[in-house]
């Protein structure tokens, strides 16, 4: 079967740049809070008008509640997450579908936001909920936005089929994929983002360089290969370094624009853990999108 292919966003509005708080919260290795902060400030003065969080950031709804605070300008788009714990570490999976706890979550979040509206909760991670609390977790979430609790919600990463009957039903507004359609995979296309996109979905994708795959650490999986990364995953990353060096570009760059020139995606998700990686990002954004032809390059190497 021939594998599909993501298409160029030449006749589409330019993707825009959500700043993803995972890393500012500290889940990939310590931060300084005031730095954190000041970057959060930061991409709000550069234009970036979205911050999604989540309690399972470490202390990124704290960080971010607080730059809010100071901020004074036009209030962002926020969203965060809900049904995944707080852990202090990415490796920390604590998840609590009962919905009393979800309740309390969301009231939680709400708190250290600083808000008394959610612009947008997601489901997080919607692929552990039990079959049998599904059909409460969904009520849960369809409720919040009735009541004015959320404008809109959505899955925080893809959901499995079981949940497409209520996306056919219109109930759910957005999606937030990672790792299954950037410079090193487009998995996503042979199976969730056609049908969410046919749906009307608004896209959200997430960590453009691949959980840090493409930011060279490639070099390092060669003998500890994470169970959830496959060798030919890492095998394309390295295709595209070769593509990012013969462009005289970096390898970082190279992936968040090539992400920024695809057709299905609404917006792309960044993870700066620091100012500079921030500034770094913003750099990439000005350059545009990639030349057409070098889009094409990549896919026709990783597929």
């Given at each position: 079967?021939?594998?599909?292919?993501?298409?160029?966003?030449?006749?589409?509005?330019?993707?825009?740049?959500?700043?993803?708080?995972?890393?500012?919260?500290?889940?990939?290795?310590?931060?300084?809070?005031?730095?954190?902060?000041?970057?959060?400030?930061?991409?709000?003065?550069?234009?970036?008008?979205?911050?999604?969080?989540?309690?399972?950031?470490?202390?990124?709804?704290?960080?971010?509640?607080?730059?809010?605070?100071?901020?004074?300008?036009?209030?962002?788009?926020?969203?965060?997450?809900?049904?995944?714990?707080?852990?202090?570490?990415?490796?920390?999976?604590?998840?609590?579908?009962?919905?009393?706890?979800?309740?309390?979550?969301?009231?939680?979040?709400?708190?250290?936001?600083?808000?008394?509206?959610?612009?947008?909760?997601?489901?997080?991670?919607?692929?552990?909920?039990?079959?049998?609390?599904?059909?409460?977790?969904?009520?849960?979430?369809?409720?919040?936005?009735?009541?004015?609790?959320?404008?809109?919600?959505?899955?925080?990463?893809?959901?499995?089929?079981?949940?497409?009957?209520?996306?056919?039903?219109?109930?759910?507004?957005?999606?937030?994929?990672?790792?299954?359609?950037?410079?090193?995979?487009?998995?996503?296309?042979?199976?969730?983002?056609?049908?969410?996109?046919?749906?009307?979905?608004?896209?959200?994708?997430?960590?453009?360089?691949?959980?840090?795959?493409?930011?060279?650490?490639?070099?390092?999986?060669?003998?500890?290969?994470?169970?959830?990364?496959?060798?030919?995953?890492?095998?394309?990353?390295?295709?595209?370094?070769?593509?990012?060096?013969?462009?005289?570009?970096?390898?970082?760059?190279?992936?968040?624009?090539?992400?920024?020139?695809?057709?299905?995606?609404?917006?792309?998700?960044?993870?700066?853990?620091?100012?500079?990686?921030?500034?770094?990002?913003?750099?990439?954004?000005?350059?545009?999108?990639?030349?057409?032809?070098?889009?094409?390059?990549?896919?026709?190497q990783i597929i």
């Open positions: 079967m021939k594998k599909r292919k993501p298409g160029y966003r030449e006749n589409k509005y330019p993707v825009s740049m959500v700043l993803g708080a995972a890393g500012l919260g500290g889940v990939w290795g310590e931060v300084d809070p005031e730095e954190s902060i000041a970057t959060i400030l930061y991409a709000l003065e550069n234009g970036i008008d979205r911050i999604d969080t989540a309690p399972a950031y470490s202390r990124s709804e704290e960080f971010v509640g607080k730059a809010l605070r100071r901020w004074k300008g036009a209030k962002p788009f926020l969203s965060t997450k809900v049904g995944r714990l707080k852990g202090e570490s990415a490796e920390d999976s604590i998840n609590n579908y009962d919905v009393s706890v979800m309740r309390e979550s969301v009231a939680r979040s709400m708190e250290l936001l600083g808000r008394e509206k959610l612009d947008l909760l997601f489901l997080h991670e919607a692929e552990k909920v039990p079959l049998a609390q599904i059909p409460a977790v969904v009520d849960f979430m369809v409720q919040l936005k009735k009541q004015g609790d959320a404008e809109r919600i959505g899955f925080g990463g893809m959901p499995p089929p079981v949940y497409f009957k209520y996306i056919r039903k219109g109930l759910f507004d957005v999606v937030m994929g990672y790792n299954n359609l950037d410079a090193c995979c487009i998995d996503g296309m042979d199976t969730d983002i056609p049908f969410l996109f046919q749906q009307d979905m608004v896209i959200y994708q997430g960590s453009p360089l691949h959980m840090g795959l493409l930011g060279n650490s490639y070099t390092l999986l060669a003998s500890q290969r994470p169970d959830w990364l496959p060798q030919r995953v890492i095998e394309n990353a390295r295709m595209a370094n070769s593509l990012a060096e013969q462009s005289d570009m970096p390898l970082t760059s190279l992936a968040h624009r090539f992400m920024m020139s695809i057709y299905e995606i609404d917006f792309m998700v960044i993870g700066a853990k620091n100012m500079l990686e921030l500034k770094s990002t913003l750099k990439d954004y000005e350059t545009g999108q990639l030349d057409e032809k070098l889009f094409n390059r990549i896919i026709e």
